[in-house]
């Protein structure tokens, strides 16, 4: 008898009986203490090591697992449920690129010394942290991002500035390289924050759908910014108005960079057609109304190479590469 028996029926039936019962009577009836981890279903909770006892006893030919018989502990329990596809909040849900430049931003701000819980600072960026639409409100736990959170955080990056004497600590996997980033070029990466806050204020980030492809994570825009600029390249309107602006000068659309024309390898079915990309970052860009001549037309292949790692390649370093590998 184990935990990687349980199906998702069996919790399901689980979780039908703790409702009749009620969560005290259920816990009795199977021995089993209250957890601190909660499978979260709508406005209701459920201890997920209670139901994963009784879940198991909805197997065929199994009965409902002892105190004594659980593996691995309560963390063996969470994982598993949520294999499952149950939602259990979590209060250390990893921190995102973007979520630590915002904290390193602070930091930088306060001569790279790190900031207390109680400071007002450290206050509002739990706040703006907690609008960030990465996890669902659904996943996280009542401490998510919370001003003490916040403020280890900043422990964590200022542990990996040159002028600290002792150890870094082991933090997340971005708080080195995102200070890495700010030391060599603190003014774009205090306008990349800019632009995050900017985003965040403003009403977008419903509009915005994640997640974003993992090698563009890693980007230094971070990923909202990233899906900000793939969405607005992606407006229709944007293409069309971009596309008959070109064909005032051009017989046919093609790449810009490297000539691909789908009309004369398709045919009908690929005339017109193209991607649209905005030549300057819009963490770079100072304006929010978009001229024709910020953009340029691309086929799918050298969109892809242009996006591919940071910083992003200008349309003419794509083309020096093409011309080198050539």
């Not at 879940?55 to 598993?80: D, I």
């Not at 806050?197 to 980007?219: M, Q």
Request: proline share 5%; with cysteine.
């Amino acid at each position: 008898m184990a935990l990687k028996d349980l199906t998702a029926s069996a919790v399901e039936s689980a979780l039908a009986e703790y409702d009749d019962l009620g969560g005290k009577a259920f816990r009795e009836k199977y021995a089993v203490a209250e957890s601190s981890y909660l499978i979260s279903r709508g406005s209701k909770t459920y201890d997920s090591k209670a139901i994963a006892a009784a879940a198991h006893g909805y197997l065929p030919g199994h009965s409902p697992l002892l105190a004594s018989e659980f593996r691995g502990g309560e963390n063996a329990t969470v994982r598993k449920l949520r294999s499952l596809g149950f939602v259990i909040p979590n209060d250390r849900l990893d921190w995102t690129r973007d979520e630590v430049v915002l904290a390193c931003d602070l930091l930088m701000q306060n001569d790279w010394k790190a900031l207390y819980k109680n400071d007002p600072r450290v206050i509002e960026l739990s706040a703006t942290l907690q609008k960030l639409p990465f996890y669902p409100p659904e996943v996280r736990g009542d401490k998510f991002r919370n001003a003490n959170g916040v403020a280890r955080k900043t422990d964590n990056i200022a542990s990996h500035h040159p002028s600290h004497t002792g150890p870094p600590s082991n933090g997340g996997k971005y708080d080195g390289p995102v200070l890495a980033d700010f030391l060599a070029d603190p003014e774009r990466m205090h306008t990349i924050a800019l632009k995050l806050r900017e985003t965040l204020e403003s009403n977008e980030v419903d509009e915005l759908s994640f997640p974003v492809d993992d090698e563009d994570d890693g980007a230094v825009e971070g990923r909202l910014l990233q899906r900000r600029h793939f969405v607005y390249e992606r407006d229709p309107k944007l293409r069309r108005g971009k596309i008959a602006d070109f064909l005032n000068s051009h017989e046919r659309v093609h790449c810009e960079v490297c000539g691909f024309d789908f009309e004369a390898l398709y045919g009908e079915r690929g005339r017109d057609y193209i991607e649209v990309h905005h030549v300057l970052p819009l963490h770079v860009a100072r304006e929010r109304r978009n001229r024709f001549k910020d953009l340029i037309l691309l086929c799918a292949n050298c969109h892809r190479m242009i996006h591919r790692g940071s910083p992003w390649l200008t349309p003419d370093q794509l083309r020096e590469k093409m011309a080198a590998a050539r």
